[in-house]
C-alpha cells in the first residue's frame, strides 16, 4: 500500500530497492539513534525521506518492527551485530538486483549523492563513496552478485568490509568526483557531544 503523503516518489530505478540499515545497538550513544529528533523529525525519518525520493520499494534492515510500516517491512538480521550483516538482510531481503543502503543515524543525508551513485553501477558489483577518513560502506550501492561473498565471510564470523570489499569489483568515489557539501551529507551521529554540536547549529 503507498504512503498517500508521499508525493516525490521518482519512480526512476525499478532495479534498486532503498534500504534503511537499523540493526545497530546505539552503544556510544546511549539511546535509540533512529529515534533521535532534529530539526523536527527523527534521523530514521530523514534517512527514509531520502530514499522514498528514488525508489518505490524500502525495507528495512534490522529487527525493528516499531519502524515498519505496511508497505517497509522491517527484516531481521540473519547475521546480526555487523554493518556486513546488515547489508546481507537487504540484499537477502531484496528482489531487485541492487540495494541502496542508507544508515538511521545520517542527518543530512543529500539526494545529489544517490544519484551519483546510482550513474556509476554500470559494470561493477558496488559504488562506494571514499574519502581520507576511509570508506562508507553504509551509504552505498550493492549488487545481488555480492551476497555469495559476503554469506562467505559471514558464515566464518569475519565481518570486516575490508575483507568483503577484496572479493568484488567496486567503483569508488573520491572526493574531486563528490558533490559540494559531501562531508556534511556523510555525517554519522555515534555520541551525545557530536549530537549537541548538530542541535546547537541548527539553532
Not at 97 to 126: E, K, N, Q
Request: net charge positive.
Amino acid at each position: 500500500m503507498q504512503n498517500p503523503h508521499i508525493a516525490t516518489r521518482q519512480h526512476n530505478y525499478p532495479d534498486v530497492t532503498g534500504v534503511l540499515l537499523a540493526g545497530g545497538k546505539s552503544r556510544r550513544m546511549g539511546q535509540d539513534k533512529a529515534l533521535l529528533q532534529l530539526d523536527g523529525k527523527t534521523l530514521f525519518e530523514h534517512s527514509l525521506s531520502l530514499l522514498q525520493q528514488f525508489f518505490s520499494t524500502i525495507l528495512i534492515a534490522g529487527d525493528r518492527p516499531d519502524l515498519s510500516r505496511p508497505e517497509i517491512p522491517a527484516i531481521p538480521d540473519i547475521y546480526p551485530g555487523s554493518a556486513l550483516g546488515g547489508l546481507h538482510t537487504g540484499l537477502q531481503a531484496a528482489e531487485t538486483d541492487w540495494i541502496f543502503v542508507a544508515p538511521c543515524d545520517m542527518p543530512y543525508p543529500d539526494p545529489r549523492m544517490v544519484s551519483l551513485l546510482l550513474r556509476h553501477r554500470t559494470g561493477v558489483d558496488a559504488v562506494v563513496p571514499r574519502t581520507e577518513d576511509g570508506y562508507e560502506p553504509v551509504f552505498a550501492l550493492y549488487h545481488k552478485k555480492c551476497l555469495a561473498p559476503m554469506e562467505q565471510l559471514l558464515q566464518r564470523n569475519q565481518f570486516r568490509i575490508y575483507d568483503f570489499y577484496q572479493r568484488i569489483r567496486i567503483c569508488y568515489l573520491d572526493p574531486p568526483q563528490l558533490p559540494r557539501g559531501w562531508k556534511r551529507s556523510l555525517i554519522n551521529l555515534n555520541t551525545p557531544a557530536q549530537l549537541a554540536r548538530i542541535k546547537e547549529k541548527s539553532l
